[in-house]
Structure formats: structure tokens, C-alpha cells
């Protein structure tokens, strides 16, 4: 009789699918699990850990447990933790070597957990290259600086000017002394002068000495004249010199109040510096935030585009492992090589608990025709009244991405919150009621995050040590009645490059605080100044006023010339013609 089985056949086909099934039990979930920690870490820059992954074939799914995510800044504590993630792969598609997942439950995720050892750090975070200006403000320095110091290292203008004005006048003062060296002297007008009597004794001579006369007193006329004349234009040249001298006088007089002006603002706060107080105070806190935002918005780029390049209908991509590439022809119903439809997430932050959906995870969205969306609201939070957050990270076309995201936060009750770490005079909020805003946007040039927070209720720990002066007491003092304020983050730029511009209603009480210590600074600044620069210009100062003096004495040179020759103009006629007009 023939026999229908083949009992050799059948019993090593039943051993190959016992060793096939036993490999899947003994080995299946720990390849999985590694692989998964492998990846993660890459992704992530630092260690991941599974405690558990386990794979059923009927229906073929993952579930994962006890993941956890190594804080690249802080590697004793998880940037995050997940209790629980399960899902189902569609088999039929993956036969495609395509990863579709439907639904993807996610429980028990918790945010800054601490580690039972600290975590590898795989590649450090990058740095951000906010400005430095804007990266690290300080509180104005109120100890009143050393002024001899301050002098010998900043150049005052006023000397050299002074001295410039004192060549320039000393030159024109030897130039007026030659020009009234050249006007008539004590001997030209002396000989005038006996002219001028001559012609008087000749009057006593009769008709015909009378009429010599009158033809010496014509001539001495004119020789008078032509002095005079040259004294008149002489003392409208010198009154020109003289005023343009003046001026000059006048203004090098201001040098040395425009080296204390320069000097004082550059060594003192003025009002302005007061502006922005805030900025000082709590800038570097909320710069923190900023860059561990950014940091963990870069690392979703390999969720969201796929390194490649296309050619028409064809995309080539990169493969992540082993050689050659993936060619992508054009499908009836296109779907991406990897994609999580649905996820379903429970969030817990110390706030509450967090539930939300996150849709269309995948690189593929210019494939997908469908954005990344997400929304998570809070029920039963011990923290807060409620929570929302929404967004979507459009990234269809991948060179003009357009993500936006919006977080409102009311009735958030703060405990232990650090607003400042600055050295000098750190900042927390012990306790109080927050409401929070966070609008988010960015495109292909650049991203804008707007977040304003109003908080009531408050109760500002400033610490007490009395070191910083009177104006870090005068700060603390005022901070320590403030019971409400509110605070504006403005931030604009690239992830790579980023400013930030924080203002807050505390700038005015502020202000007002340190308003007396700021002017009573200034004053105290300025009057040392002012006696140090008065020191060192104050003879050069008296030496230009006389080199003005003379100038001026040559003036009055020139007056007794020209009244001299005036009266002997009017003798000479006198004298000449009697009462006959010679002019």
C-alpha cells in the first residue's frame, strides 16, 4: 500500500518550524529590543533603554516597555519615559517592505525622570548661536569706578583741542603784532602833530602864508587819511579774527564737559539702561527653555523628511544600512515606507495627566498629502484649571515647511519656579497662579515664538545675603512686594541663530527702585570726573583766555591810533584854513 506521508519529511519539517518557533521565543524580543535602543540612541544622541519588547505573530504586533531616553544636558535624569507602547503592523504591507501602523497606544509618559545610573551620551547637544550681547546679560555694576584708573585708560579730547587753540591763537596774536607794528607810531604821529603846527604859526604870516597853508594842510589831510584808512581795515580784520577767535575760545571751553559727559555714560547706568531690567533678570532662565526647545525640534527632522532626492516621478533614498538605493515608482494609492496613522498618548508631567491624539507620523508627507497633526488636552490636573496644546508640522513640501504650534495653560498654581540665575541676585517663584500663552510659527526662513504669562498671587524669593550693593538691595526690596506681573518672550531668528527680546511690567517697578540709587551714582560719579578733568585743562584753559586777552589788547592799540589820527585830521583843517572847510 502506498503511503501517503512521508514520515522522514514530516518529522524534519515539524523540528524546522520548532527550532523556527523556538528562536522566535528565545531570541525574537531581544533583537528587537536592541534594535530598537540602537536606533533610539542615534536618533536621540544619547542612551536609550527598553526594559521589555515583545512580538506576537497572530496578530502580528510590538508592544514595548520601561523605555527611557537619556537627557543629553543632564544625563542622571530621562528627557522622557514611556511605560507602555503597543501597536499592530499591517502585514500585508509590510510584505511591501513597507512599516504602516494604524493605531499606536502610548501610556505613562513622564518627562525629567532621574535614572538609576547616568545615561551615555552618544553626540552633546548643539549649541545655539543667539548673539552674545543678547545671550548673556548682566546686571548693571553700581561700585562707583576708580577715577584715576578710568582716566588712564580712556584718552581725553579736551587737552589736545586746548592746545590746538592755543597754536592757532598764539599764531595770530604774532601776526597782529606785526600788522600793529606796520600802523603809524608814537613818531609818525608826533611828526603829524608838528605838522599840524607848523600850519598853525604860518596863519600869524599874512594872505600869502595863509594860502601855503592851506596847500600843506590838503597834503597832511591826505597822508592822514591813507593811516587812517589802513588802521579802519585793520580793525575790521582783527574785529573778524577777533570773533572767529571767541568762538573758538567758546567752544574749546565745552571740551572738557564733552569728555565728562562721554566718560560718566560710559561708566555709569543711565535711565535708559534701566529699560529692560527684565532682560537682565530673567533672560537667562527663559533662554534655557528656548534652547531645549530647539533642541528637541531638531531632532524630529528624521520623523519628518527623509533624506533623498527625487527625479520626476522616481525618488532615490538614501538607505540607512547596507547598499544601493530604493527606487519609488508612482502607485494608484501611494503610501510612505513608514507611517503611524494614529496615536494615541497619555501624558504625565507633574502638572497631571495629559491625554491627546498625534496623526500622520511619517517622513513621507509630500507622499502621504497629509501634515503632521497633534492635540493633547489636560483632564484632572492637580496643577492647573486646564491645558491645551494643538499644532501641525506641514511638512508636504519639504523645501517650504510650515509648522505651527499653540499652548494655553490657565489657573497653572507655581511652586519653586527659577526666573533668574543670575550671579549677583537669583530669582524664584516661591508660589503663585500663572496663566500661559505660547504661539509658535516657522517657515522656511525663519521661526517666531510669542509667550506671555500673567501671574497673580505672587510671592518672588530674592534672597537675603546683602551682598550687590545698594542697588541689588534696591531690586530685592522691590521685587519682594511685587504680588503680580506679567512677562512677554518675543523670539525670532533660526534654531541655529535666535534672539531674544523678554519685556514685563516689573521694568517700571524696577526702574522706579533703582531710579534714586542710579542718580545718586551718577552725581557721585560725575563730580570726581569733574575735578580730575578740571585739574589737568584748567591752566591750558587760562593760558587760551590769555591768548584771547591779547588778541583783544590789539584792539584797543588800533582804537588809540585811529582817535589819534582823527583829532589830528580835524586840527589840521583847523589850522590850515581857519574857518574854511577843507573836506
Given at each position: 500500500m502506498k503511503q501517503?506521508?512521508?514520515?522522514?519529511?514530516?518529522?524534519?519539517?515539524?523540528?524546522?518550524?520548532?527550532?523556527?518557533v523556538a528562536l522566535w521565543l528565545l531570541f525574537m524580543d531581544s533583537m528587537v529590543r536592541r534594535a530598537i535602543e540602537r536606533t533610539g540612541t542615534a536618533l536621540a544622541g544619547a542612551e536609550v533603554d527598553l526594559a521589555r519588547a515583545h512580538v506576537t505573530l497572530v496578530p502580528l504586533g510590538i508592544t514595548l516597555s520601561g523605555l527611557q531616553v537619556t537627557d543629553p544636558t543632564a544625563p542622571a535624569t530621562n528627557s522622557f519615559e514611556i511605560a507602555r507602547i503597543a501597536f499592530e503592523l499591517d502585514s500585508?504591507?509590510?510584505?511591501?517592505?513597507?512599516?504602516?501602523?494604524?493605531?499606536?497606544?502610548?501610556?505613562?509618559?513622564?518627562?525629567?525622570?532621574?535614572?538609576?545610573?547616568p545615561g551615555s551620551v552618544v553626540k552633546p547637544p548643539e549649541k545655539t548661536t543667539s548673539t552674545e550681547k543678547d545671550r548673556a546679560p548682566t546686571l548693571p555694576s553700581f561700585s562707583t569706578p576708580d577715577v584715576k584708573k578710568i582716566l588712564q585708560e580712556e584718552k581725553l579730547e579736551s587737552p589736545a583741542l586746548i592746545e590746538q587753540a592755543q597754536a592757532e591763537l598764539k599764531k595770530k596774536n604774532e601776526t597782529w603784532k606785526q600788522q600793529v607794528a606796520s600802523m603809524p607810531d608814537k613818531a609818525a604821529l608826533d611828526d603829524y602833530q608838528a605838522r599840524v603846527q607848523k600850519l598853525r604859526d604860518a596863519q600869524k604870516g599874512g594872505l600869502k602864508a595863509l594860502?601855503?597853508?592851506?596847500?600843506?594842510?590838503?597834503?597832511?589831510?591826505?597822508?592822514i587819511e591813507r593811516d587812517l584808512n589802513k588802521v579802519k581795515k585793520a580793525k575790521a580784520d582783527l574785529a573778524t579774527d577777533l570773533a572767529a577767535a571767541k568762538a573758538l575760545v567758546e567752544k574749546v571751553e565745552q571740551a572738557p564737559a564733552a569728555d565728562l559727559r562721554r566718560i560718566r555714560d560710559k561708566y555709569s547706568i543711565s535711565a535708559e539702561g534701566l529699560q529692560n531690567l527684565s532682560q537682565a533678570l530673567f533672560g537667562g532662565a527663559?533662554?534655557?527653555?528656548?534652547?531645549?526647545?530647539?533642541?528637541?525640534?531638531?531632532?524630529?527632522?528624521?520623523?519628518l523628511e527623509r533624506s533623498g532626492e527625487k527625479k520626476g516621478n522616481v525618488e532615490t533614498v538614501k538607505p540607512v544600512r547596507g547598499r544601493g538605493v530604493d527606487v519609488r515608482f508612482r502607485e494608484e494609492r501611494p503610501l510612505p515606507y513608514f507611517l503611524i496613522s494614529t496615536v494615541k498618548a497619555s501624558l504625565q508631567p507633574e502638572a497631571g495627566s495629559f491625554?491627546?491624539?498625534?496623526?500622520?507620523?511619517?517622513?513621507?508627507?509630500?507622499?502621504?498629502?497629509?501634515?503632521l497633526t497633534f492635540a493633547f488636552t489636560g483632564s484632572?490636573?492637580?496643577?492647573?484649571?486646564?491645558?491645551?496644546?494643538?499644532?501641525?508640522?506641514?511638512?508636504?513640501?519639504?523645501?517650504?515647511?510650515?509648522?505651527t504650534m499653540l499652548l494655553q495653560v490657565r489657573g497653572y498654581r507655581v511652586s519653586n519656579l527659577a526666573l533668574s540665575g543670575?550671579?549677583?541676585?537669583?530669582?524664584?517663584?516661591?508660589?503663585?497662579?500663572?496663566?500661559?500663552?505660547?504661539?509658535?510659527?516657522?517657515?522656511?526662513?525663519?521661526?517666531?515664538?510669542m509667550c506671555t504669562a500673567l501671574v497673580k498671587g505672587a510671592r518672588l524669593n530674592v534672597?537675603?545675603?546683602?551682598?550687590?550693593?545698594?542697588?541689588?538691595?534696591?531690586?530685592?526690596?522691590?521685587?519682594?512686594?511685587?504680588?503680580?506681573?506679567?512677562?512677554?518672550?518675543?523670539?525670532?531668528?533660526?534654531?541655529?541663530?535666535?534672539?531674544?527680546?523678554?519685556?514685563?511690567?516689573?521694568?517700571?517697578?524696577l526702574r522706579d527702585a533703582a531710579g534714586g540709587v542710579v542718580q545718586e551714582h551718577r552725581a557721585r560719579l560725575e563730580k570726581e570726573l569733574h575735578q580730575a578733568i578740571q585739574e589737568r585743562t584748567e591752566k591750558q584753559l587760562a593760558g587760551l583766555r590769555d591768548n584771547l586777552g591779547g588778541l583783544g589788547a590789539m584792539g584797543g592799540m588800533l582804537d588809540g591810533v585811529q582817535n589819534r589820527l582823527n583829532a589830528l585830521i580835524k586840527d589840521a583843517g583847523s589850522a590850515g584854513a581857519g574857518k574854511i572847510k577843507l573836506r
Amino acid at each position: 500500500m502506498k503511503q501517503w506521508l512521508r514520515w522522514p519529511g514530516l518529522i524534519g519539517f515539524i523540528v524546522v518550524i520548532a527550532v523556527v518557533v523556538a528562536l522566535w521565543l528565545l531570541f525574537m524580543d531581544s533583537m528587537v529590543r536592541r534594535a530598537i535602543e540602537r536606533t533610539g540612541t542615534a536618533l536621540a544622541g544619547a542612551e536609550v533603554d527598553l526594559a521589555r519588547a515583545h512580538v506576537t505573530l497572530v496578530p502580528l504586533g510590538i508592544t514595548l516597555s520601561g523605555l527611557q531616553v537619556t537627557d543629553p544636558t543632564a544625563p542622571a535624569t530621562n528627557s522622557f519615559e514611556i511605560a507602555r507602547i503597543a501597536f499592530e503592523l499591517d502585514s500585508l504591507n509590510l510584505l511591501r517592505r513597507k512599516v504602516i501602523i494604524n493605531e499606536m497606544g502610548v501610556e505613562g509618559v513622564r518627562f525629567g525622570t532621574a535614572r538609576k545610573r547616568p545615561g551615555s551620551v552618544v553626540k552633546p547637544p548643539e549649541k545655539t548661536t543667539s548673539t552674545e550681547k543678547d545671550r548673556a546679560p548682566t546686571l548693571p555694576s553700581f561700585s562707583t569706578p576708580d577715577v584715576k584708573k578710568i582716566l588712564q585708560e580712556e584718552k581725553l579730547e579736551s587737552p589736545a583741542l586746548i592746545e590746538q587753540a592755543q597754536a592757532e591763537l598764539k599764531k595770530k596774536n604774532e601776526t597782529w603784532k606785526q600788522q600793529v607794528a606796520s600802523m603809524p607810531d608814537k613818531a609818525a604821529l608826533d611828526d603829524y602833530q608838528a605838522r599840524v603846527q607848523k600850519l598853525r604859526d604860518a596863519q600869524k604870516g599874512g594872505l600869502k602864508a595863509l594860502a601855503g597853508g592851506l596847500s600843506d594842510a590838503k597834503a597832511l589831510t591826505k597822508d592822514i587819511e591813507r593811516d587812517l584808512n589802513k588802521v579802519k581795515k585793520a580793525k575790521a580784520d582783527l574785529a573778524t579774527d577777533l570773533a572767529a577767535a571767541k568762538a573758538l575760545v567758546e567752544k574749546v571751553e565745552q571740551a572738557p564737559a564733552a569728555d565728562l559727559r562721554r566718560i560718566r555714560d560710559k561708566y555709569s547706568i543711565s535711565a535708559e539702561g534701566l529699560q529692560n531690567l527684565s532682560q537682565a533678570l530673567f533672560g537667562g532662565a527663559i533662554r534655557s527653555w528656548v534652547d531645549r526647545g530647539v533642541l528637541w525640534y531638531g531632532r524630529l527632522k528624521p520623523v519628518l523628511e527623509r533624506s533623498g532626492e527625487k527625479k520626476g516621478n522616481v525618488e532615490t533614498v538614501k538607505p540607512v544600512r547596507g547598499r544601493g538605493v530604493d527606487v519609488r515608482f508612482r502607485e494608484e494609492r501611494p503610501l510612505p515606507y513608514f507611517l503611524i496613522s494614529t496615536v494615541k498618548a497619555s501624558l504625565q508631567p507633574e502638572a497631571g495627566s495629559f491625554t491627546g491624539i498625534i496623526k500622520n507620523i511619517t517622513p513621507d508627507q509630500d507622499v502621504l498629502g497629509q501634515p503632521l497633526t497633534f492635540a493633547f488636552t489636560g483632564s484632572g490636573l492637580k496643577e492647573a484649571q486646564d491645558a491645551n496644546v494643538t499644532g501641525s508640522l506641514d511638512h508636504r513640501k519639504p523645501a517650504l515647511p510650515d509648522d505651527t504650534m499653540l499652548l494655553q495653560v490657565r489657573g497653572y498654581r507655581v511652586s519653586n519656579l527659577a526666573l533668574s540665575g543670575a550671579a549677583l541676585m537669583p530669582v524664584s517663584l516661591q508660589e503663585g497662579t500663572m496663566d500661559l500663552e505660547v504661539k509658535g510659527k516657522r517657515d522656511a526662513q525663519v521661526f517666531s515664538v510669542m509667550c506671555t504669562a500673567l501671574v497673580k498671587g505672587a510671592r518672588l524669593n530674592v534672597g537675603s545675603d546683602g551682598s550687590g550693593g545698594a542697588f541689588v538691595q534696591a531690586i530685592r526690596s522691590s521685587l519682594a512686594k511685587v504680588s503680580s506681573f506679567s512677562l512677554t518672550a518675543n523670539i525670532t531668528g533660526t534654531p541655529e541663530k535666535y534672539q531674544l527680546h523678554l519685556s514685563s511690567d516689573l521694568d517700571r517697578v524696577l526702574r522706579d527702585a533703582a531710579g534714586g540709587v542710579v542718580q545718586e551714582h551718577r552725581a557721585r560719579l560725575e563730580k570726581e570726573l569733574h575735578q580730575a578733568i578740571q585739574e589737568r585743562t584748567e591752566k591750558q584753559l587760562a593760558g587760551l583766555r590769555d591768548n584771547l586777552g591779547g588778541l583783544g589788547a590789539m584792539g584797543g592799540m588800533l582804537d588809540g591810533v585811529q582817535n589819534r589820527l582823527n583829532a589830528l585830521i580835524k586840527d589840521a583843517g583847523s589850522a590850515g584854513a581857519g574857518k574854511i572847510k577843507l573836506r
